[in-house]
């Protein structure tokens, strides 16, 4: 069990940790709490869809146009005209919510704007 300080300066209580591997090689990554956890704690809505479709398999890069697609999918405009730009600040923002939880999402390789890719690592390294 851990303490750690909330975006807004609360004191949180993270009850247990998780050991996570890297999808490719197996090799230990790095620990944070609980996925489920972390779930509990996000209550936008496209900030819940990003984190579900990054925390399927932790440390596997996703696509931006997957994310663009589980978030305006059902939209019969397809999103907004910005929706690259709108994604971008809802992925910073999100980071933001999940770094207290040991979260992190960083930019993987393969570029910018259409090639933008993204994956959910923990910020512990394992022991």
């Not at 770094?99 to 259409?114: A, D, H, L, N, R």
Request: overall charge positive; aromatic content about 6%; glycine content about 10%.
């Amino acid at each position: 069990m851990s303490e750690i300080f909330s975006p807004s300066g609360d004191i949180m209580t993270i009850h247990s940790r998780q050991s996570f591997s890297c999808p490719a090689c197996g090799h230990g990554i790095g620990e944070a709490a609980s996925v489920d956890h972390v779930k509990e704690a996000i209550t936008a809505p496209a900030h819940r869809i990003i984190f579900e479709a990054l925390s399927r398999k932790v440390g596997s890069s996703v696509r931006r146009d997957m994310l663009l697609n589980r978030i305006y999918g059902d939209r019969p405009d397809g999103g907004p005209e910005h929706a690259d730009t709108i994604l971008k600040v809802q992925v910073s923002q999100l980071r933001r919510k999940i770094e207290p939880y040991g979260w992190t999402i960083s930019v993987s390789k393969g570029g910018s704007g259409q090639l933008a890719q993204w994956r959910l690592i923990p910020t512990t390294k394992s022991a």
